[in-house]
């Protein structure tokens, strides 16, 4: 039978997929377009199957706020190729799991790809259907969410969108100016805690038995070694607690001093670093 162009565009419109491909499947299915969205379907999670252990480390990182800036999300998209990255068609697909993640708030990853998309699929069966439209294996590696307890989600991505920052700041001033300059802070420098007092005591402990290891090995004298171990847990917390780190935009002060001048406390933050 004969297979019209608007037929063909249209099935390119509910699907996503290749005007050929798209014309290939018609023929096949004599015309019958439901026949042929579901063969269309068939044929990406025969795709999908095949790239299954494909390394998805490229990709971006969206975000998205609900709750009247309460709260942030992140949401990690991976495909195979910085290519496909940069696509409109996964970038727009990317978005849409942002929007999705910030209606439904999930628990965790699993949660989140049992959701349901706007047509009715599971994250899961459209991630599937993405990788056979695009031809590289789409997936979702975490989502976060950011709940704060009456201040406001600031919420960063650094270009490229390979990094994406929240942090819950409150207080007064202009917290949205505040919460960039941190989350830029976050974003650069990599802090591994808000406060000194979050690290677990192991951890310090390691830190401590490192420093003075190393100053025995250099033949410090032994009763000045827990003072230079000491003073190097100072310098470990100054090099990853965010409120002792020096300020990006200003390094006379710490980023704790240059929240106190603004009226405003920093609570916690999410760093999402692609493949990270």
């Not at 709750?67 to 727009?92: H, K, M, P, W, Y």
């Not at 993640?101 to 069966?125: E, H, N, W």
């Not at 975490?142 to 942090?167: K, Q």
């Amino acid at each position: 039978m004969s297979i019209s162009a608007a037929d063909v565009k249209k099935l390119r419109e509910a699907t996503g997929v290749g005007m050929m491909d798209c014309k290939k499947a018609l023929v096949e299915t004599n015309g019958d377009f439901d026949a042929a969205v579901d063969l269309l379907r068939t044929q990406g999670q025969k795709v999908a199957a095949k790239r299954a252990d494909r390394d998805a480390k490229e990709g971006i990182i969206a975000t998205g706020s609900a709750n009247g800036d309460a709260t942030g999300i992140l949401v990690e998209v991976n495909c195979e190729t910085d290519f496909v990255s940069r696509n409109d068609d996964f970038q727009s697909y990317a978005a849409e799991l942002a929007d999705l993640t910030t209606s439904t708030l999930p628990a965790d990853r699993d949660a989140f790809l049992a959701a349901s998309m706007q047509d009715g699929r599971s994250v899961a069966d459209s991630l599937t259907d993405m990788t056979g439209k695009i031809g590289e294996k789409i997936d979702v590696r975490r989502t976060a969410v950011l709940n704060s307890d009456g201040g406001t989600v600031v919420s960063y991505i650094h270009p490229g969108a390979r990094l994406g920052v929240l942090v819950d700041i409150s207080g007064d001033g202009d917290l949205a100016a505040a919460g960039r300059d941190v989350a830029m802070q976050v974003a650069a420098l990599n802090p591994i805690a808000t406060h000194r007092d979050e690290g677990s005591k192991e951890v310090q402990e390691h830190e401590m038995k490192i420093a003075a290891d190393q100053a025995r090995e250099e033949g410090k004298p032994e009763q000045i070694i827990d003072r230079i171990a000491t003073g190097k847990l100072e310098r470990y917390f100054k090099d990853n607690v965010l409120l002792e780190q020096p300020f990006v935009k200003d390094s006379s002060m710490t980023v704790g001093q240059m929240l106190k001048s603004t009226g405003a406390e920093v609570k916690t933050f999410v760093r999402f670093a692609l493949g990270g």
